[in-house]
């Protein structure tokens, strides 16, 4: 418990900005009706962000864990052992707890609950629809790894990296008309707890006094 004490202290730059952001997302939900950030981002919706957004969302799949696990691999690290601990468990979880909440998309409560779409969808991308939005798996994956992967660095700017990624996969889910903010949040909560618990599993199994430091 102190080696995870001790690196989450070292990496609280990543931590105290997710308690800014998740400070930040319970006002909004608190203060705000349930699509008010999905209206608001479709009025400011332009092409360039179109595409970023589209290719940002993409860090929240398979492809990052794949990705990370046989870098550290290749490094000979154990680090891909936490990643690989990641990529089985998260999917799982999130489609548990998406089958749990059946908290519906946004594409379906728009069509449930009002007479007029009231956002613009963008061409090109695939909107799912049905009742597996709570919560977002994307954002989930996201903060899963770069979570882990910020306690196994002491290098600040690289922390700040991992949760400004995380964070854009977030906002990316809202933006493009994917999740909502609770969604979001939640999804970014749970993926930064299994990333803790990773990292403080394979610390305790493998019983090495020092953390890799992988900046």
Known sequence: MKKLIRAIVDSKIYFILFLFFFS???FFI???????????LDTIR???ANIFFVQITKIGEYYTFVFFFFYFLYKKSRVSFSILFLGVTMPLISYLLKQYFKHPRPLTYFLETVDKFP???IDGVHYHSGHNSFPSGHTMAAFSIFTLLALY?????LQLSYFLLALLVGLS????????LEDVLFGASIGMLLGILSFYIFSILLKDKKKPDIS
Do not use: M, P
């Open 24 to 26: 930040i997302g319970i």
């Open 30 to 40: 608190l203060r705000y009706d349930k699509a008010f950030l999905l209206k608001h």
């Open 46 to 48: 332009f092409e360039f």
């Open 119 to 121: 956002v613009h969808l």
């Open 153 to 157: 660095s002491t290098n600040k700017f």
């Open 173 to 180: 889910r809202i933006y493009l008309v994917q999740h909502f």
